[in-house]
C-alpha cells in the first residue's frame, strides 16, 4: 500500500563517509527535530497512519470522521540486533507452542481450575471450552494471528517476555507504517542524523496476517464466504483493522463483513451442517478484535455470540482453546519447571523458550507472596486480563496480598505474580495529537507470528513483523490505545 522509498544519491553517499550517526534525539538541532515533526504529521495524516480523535464523538463509529494520526516515536529506537534475532528465532516455537497448549484440554480446565472459582469472565470462557469438550467439537483449522511481547532487562541483559497475546493482538496495520515513516525520516534526513534507512527491518505484519486470513478462508473452501470481523461498538483503532481488511480485499478478493457480539447474537444463526451464517453471508472464518475483555460482554446476549461462533465450523482467530492458552495463568504454568517439556520434543526449541521466561508465580506460592509483600517494587501482580490498566505495581502489590491474606478468600487465583523487568532508559521525542515532547523512555517491542494449520498440514508458521510500543519511563502502563504509549520501530544496531 505505501510506495517503496527511494533514497536520493547523496543519502547514499553519505554512508561511505558520513559523520557519526546521531541516536540521541534529544542533541538533534531543534529547528531540525521542528522539521522532522512537521514531515512525520503529513506522512502520517497522507498514508493512514492514523486513529479515531478522542475529541471528536463519532470517531469510533463513522469512517472518515474526526482523524488524528497515531501517537508515535519521531524516531526508531536503537535495538540491539542480537535480541531482534532471538525474538525472531522464538515465534515458530511459540507458535508451535501455542497450538499443542490448546489440544490439551485437561491442562487448560486444570490450570485454571482455581481462576475460575473467583473470575466471573475467564469461568465462562472456560464454560464454553467445557462445552465444545462435552459436544467433542475439534478443530481441524487453526489460525493464530499473534503478538509475543518483550522486554530488555537491562540488569540481566535477557530479553524476557512480558505476555503473548492470542487474541486480538493489535497495530498489525499501523505498526508497518510507523517503519515506513521512520526509514522514510531516516532516508530524507540522512545528511543531517546519518542512520541508515535500511537498519529499520522491513515490517510485513500487515501482509502476513491477510495471507494468514487468506489461507484460512482457501482451507474453509467457500468461495462466496465472507471473513467476520468481531468489533467493539466504538473503535478509535478502526483504521489499523481497515488497513488489514483493505490488504485481504485488494490483494485477495476476499469480502469481510464487521459486526459487534450484540449484532451476531441478532443476526447470526447455525445451518444444519454448522456453518455460520450472518446477516444473510456465510462465514469462513472469524477474527476477533472485540471479546477480549469483560466489558465486551455486557448482556447474555454476546456471549451466546461467542457460544454460537465456536459451535460453528468456521475457522476462529482464535478459537477459545487458543484464547485460553494465551492467558497470563497458562503462561505462569508453562514457566514450571517440566511443563514446556510436556508440548515440545526439541531441546533447542525448549531451551531457547525458557530463556525468554521471566519469574512467574502463582499467589500460593507462600515464600514468593512474602516476599512480594516485603519487596512489592520488584513484582507486578496480574489478573487474567487483557487490553492494558489491569496490572497492580509497587506498594499496592504489598497492599493487595496484604488485604487477600487477611481475608483468606479465593481472591489471589485470579492473579499471577510476575518478576519486574526494568529496561533501560532512553531519550525520545513523542507526538500525540500534533503535539510533541522530549521525554525518557522504555520500550517492548511485539513480534507478530502467523500460524494455520489443517489437521497435520502446517500451511504458515513463522515471524509476521513487529511493533515497537515506547512509553515514558516513569509509566507502569503499557497500551497504546490505553494512551500511555506510542508506536515505534526499531534501529538495529
Ligand atoms: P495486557 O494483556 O493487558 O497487555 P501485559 O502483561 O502486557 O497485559 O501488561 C501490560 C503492560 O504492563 C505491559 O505492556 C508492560 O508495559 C507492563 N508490564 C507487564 N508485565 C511487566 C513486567 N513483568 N515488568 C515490567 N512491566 C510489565
Ligand atoms: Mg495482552
Ligand atoms: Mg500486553
Same mark, same amino acid.
Given at each position: 500500500?505505501?510506495?517503496?522509498?527511494?533514497?536520493?544519491?547523496?543519502?547514499?553517499?553519505?554512508?561511505?563517509?558520513? @559523520?557519526?550517526?546521531?541516536?540521541?534525539?534529544?542533541?538533534?538541532?531543534?529547528?531540525?527535530?521542528?522539521?522532522?515533526?512537521?514531515?512525520?504529521?503529513?506522512?502520517?495524516?497522507? @498514508?493512514?497512519?492514523?486513529?479515531?480523535?478522542?475529541?471528536?464523538?463519532?470517531?469510533?463509529?463513522?469512517?472518515?470522521?474526526?482523524?488524528? @494520526?497515531?501517537?508515535?516515536?519521531?524516531?526508531?529506537?536503537?535495538?540491539?540486533?542480537?535480541?531482534?534475532?532471538?525474538?525472531?528465532?522464538?515465534?515458530?516455537?511459540?507458535?508451535?507452542?501455542?497450538?499443542?497448549?490448546?489440544?490439551?484440554?485437561?491442562?487448560?480446565?486444570?490450570?485454571?481450575?482455581?481462576?475460575?472459582?473467583?473470575? &466471573?469472565?475467564?469461568?465462562?470462557?472456560?464454560?464454553?471450552?467445557?462445552? *465444545?469438550?462435552?459436544?467433542?467439537?475439534?478443530?481441524?483449522?487453526?489460525?493464530?494471528?499473534?503478538?509475543?511481547?518483550?522486554?530488555?532487562?537491562?540488569?540481566?541483559?535477557?530479553?524476557?517476555?512480558?505476555?503473548?497475546?492470542?487474541?486480538?493482538?493489535?497495530?498489525?496495520?499501523?505498526?508497518?507504517?510507523?517503519?515506513?515513516?521512520?526509514?522514510?525520516?531516516?532516508?530524507?534526513?540522512?545528511? @543531517?542524523?546519518?542512520?541508515?534507512?535500511?537498519?529499520?527491518? +522491513?515490517?510485513?505484519?500487515?501482509?502476513?496476517?491477510?495471507?494468514?486470513?487468506?489461507?484460512?478462508?482457501?482451507?474453509?473452501?467457500?468461495?462466496?464466504?465472507?471473513?467476520?470481523?468481531?468489533?467493539?461498538?466504538?473503535?478509535?483503532?478502526?483504521?489499523?483493522?481497515?488497513?488489514?481488511?483493505?490488504?485481504?480485499?485488494?490483494?485477495?478478493?476476499?469480502?469481510?463483513?464487521?459486526? &459487534?457480539?450484540?449484532?451476531?447474537?441478532?443476526?447470526?444463526?447455525?445451518?444444519?451442517?454448522?456453518?455460520?451464517?450472518?446477516?444473510?453471508?456465510?462465514?469462513?472464518?472469524?477474527?476477533?478484535?472485540?471479546?477480549?475483555?469483560?466489558?465486551?460482554?455486557?448482556?447474555?446476549?454476546?456471549?451466546?455470540?461467542?457460544?454460537?461462533?465456536?459451535?460453528?465450523?468456521?475457522?476462529?482467530?482464535?478459537?477459545?482453546?487458543?484464547?485460553?492458552?494465551?492467558?497470563?495463568?497458562?503462561?505462569?504454568?508453562?514457566?514450571?519447571?517440566?511443563?514446556?517439556?510436556?508440548?515440545?520434543?526439541?531441546?533447542?526449541?525448549?531451551?531457547?523458550?525458557? +530463556?525468554?521466561?521471566?519469574?512467574?508465580?502463582?499467589?500460593?506460592?507462600?515464600?514468593?507472596?512474602?516476599?512480594?509483600?516485603?519487596?512489592?517494587?520488584?513484582?507486578?501482580?496480574?489478573?487474567?486480563?487483557?487490553?492494558?490498566?489491569?496490572?497492580?505495581?509497587?506498594?499496592?502489590?504489598?497492599?493487595?496480598?496484604?488485604?487477600?491474606?487477611?481475608?483468606?478468600?479465593?481472591?489471589?487465583?485470579?492473579?499471577?505474580?510476575?518478576?519486574?523487568?526494568?529496561?533501560?532508559?532512553?531519550?525520545?521525542?513523542?507526538?500525540?495529537?500534533?503535539?510533541?515532547? +522530549?521525554?525518557?523512555?522504555?520500550?517492548?517491542?511485539?513480534?507478530?507470528?502467523?500460524?494455520?494449520?489443517?489437521?497435520?498440514?502446517?500451511?504458515?508458521?513463522?515471524?509476521?513483523?513487529?511493533? *515497537?510500543?515506547? +512509553?515514558?519511563?516513569?509509566?507502569?502502563?503499557?497500551?497504546?490505545?490505553?494512551?500511555?504509549?506510542?508506536?515505534?520501530?526499531?534501529?538495529?544496531?
Amino acid at each position: 500500500p505505501v510506495p517503496p522509498l527511494k533514497c536520493s544519491s547523496i543519502a547514499q553517499d553519505n554512508k561511505t563517509h558520513a @559523520h557519526k550517526p546521531i541516536f540521541d534525539p534529544h542533541s538533534i538541532d531543534p529547528i531540525l527535530v521542528q522539521k522532522m515533526e512537521y514531515d512525520a504529521l503529513v506522512w502520517s495524516s497522507l @498514508h493512514g497512519l492514523l486513529v479515531g480523535d478522542r475529541a471528536s464523538q463519532k470517531s469510533g463509529r463513522v469512517p472518515g470522521v474526526g482523524l488524528v @494520526h497515531a501517537p508515535i516515536s519521531l524516531l526508531p529506537m536503537p535495538f540491539a540486533e542480537s535480541y531482534w534475532k532471538q525474538a525472531c528465532e522464538v515465534a515458530p516455537i511459540f507458535n508451535e507452542l501455542v497450538d499443542r497448549v490448546s489440544l490439551d484440554s485437561e491442562f487448560l480446565q486444570e490450570s485454571l481450575s482455581r481462576t475460575k472459582k473467583v473470575d &466471573t469472565f475467564t469461568s465462562r470462557l472456560l464454560d464454553i471450552h467445557a462445552k *465444545m469438550l462435552a459436544m467433542n467439537k475439534k478443530e481441524d483449522i487453526r489460525l493464530g494471528l499473534h503478538r509475543s511481547d518483550y522486554m530488555l532487562d537491562e540488569q540481566t541483559n535477557l530479553l524476557l517476555q512480558i505476555e503473548l497475546n492470542t487474541i486480538s493482538s493489535s497495530f498489525p496495520g499501523l505498526s508497518c507504517l510507523v517503519s515506513d515513516l521512520h526509514r522514510n525520516l531516516l532516508c530524507q534526513f540522512e545528511q @543531517h542524523l546519518a542512520l541508515d534507512p535500511e537498519r529499520v527491518p +522491513k515490517n510485513n505484519a500487515v501482509s502476513q496476517f491477510a495471507e494468514g486470513l487468506y489461507k484460512a478462508w482457501i482451507e474453509y473452501n467457500d468461495s462466496s464466504a465472507v471473513v467476520m470481523v468481531v468489533v467493539q461498538t466504538e473503535e478509535r483503532n478502526m483504521y489499523d483493522q481497515h488497513w488489514l481488511f483493505t490488504v485481504l480485499n485488494e490483494r485477495y478478493q476476499v469480502r469481510s463483513i464487521r459486526k &459487534t457480539l450484540a449484532e451476531i447474537d441478532s443476526q447470526g444463526k447455525l445451518m444444519p451442517d454448522g456453518t455460520l451464517v450472518v446477516d444473510g453471508e456465510a462465514v469462513a472464518v472469524v477474527y476477533f478484535r472485540a471479546g477480549y475483555a469483560p466489558t465486551d460482554y455486557p448482556s447474555e446476549s454476546e456471549w451466546s455470540a461467542r457460544l454460537l461462533i465456536e459451535q460453528s465450523r468456521a475457522v476462529k482467530c482464535p478459537s477459545i482453546a487458543y484464547h485460553l492458552a494465551g492467558t497470563k495463568k497458562i503462561q505462569q504454568e508453562l514457566a514450571k519447571p517440566n511443563q514446556l517439556e510436556r508440548f515440545l520434543e526439541n531441546k533447542d526449541d525448549i531451551a531457547k523458550v525458557r +530463556k525468554c521466561f521471566a519469574g512467574l508465580w502463582s499467589l500460593d506460592d507462600l515464600n514468593i507472596v512474602k516476599d512480594a509483600i516485603e519487596r512489592p517494587g520488584l513484582y507486578v501482580m496480574k489478573p487474567q486480563r487483557e487490553g492494558g490498566g489491569n496490572n497492580i505495581y509497587g506498594d499496592d502489590v504489598s497492599i493487595a496480598l496484604q488485604k487477600m491474606q487477611k481475608e483468606g478468600t479465593e481472591e489471589d487465583a485470579a492473579y499471577i505474580l510476575m518478576q519486574r523487568i526494568f529496561p533501560t532508559v532512553s531519550p525520545a521525542i513523542l507526538m500525540r495529537e500534533g503535539v510533541s515532547h +522530549k521525554d525518557h523512555v522504555i520500550s517492548e517491542l511485539g513480534i507478530y507470528a502467523t500460524y494455520l494449520r489443517n489437521k497435520t498440514e502446517v500451511i504458515m508458521n513463522g515471524q509476521s513483523g513487529y511493533l *515497537m510500543r515506547t +512509553k515514558v519511563s516513569s509509566s507502569n502502563e503499557g497500551g497504546v490505545a490505553a494512551g500511555f504509549a506510542v508506536l515505534d520501530s526499531i534501529y538495529l544496531v
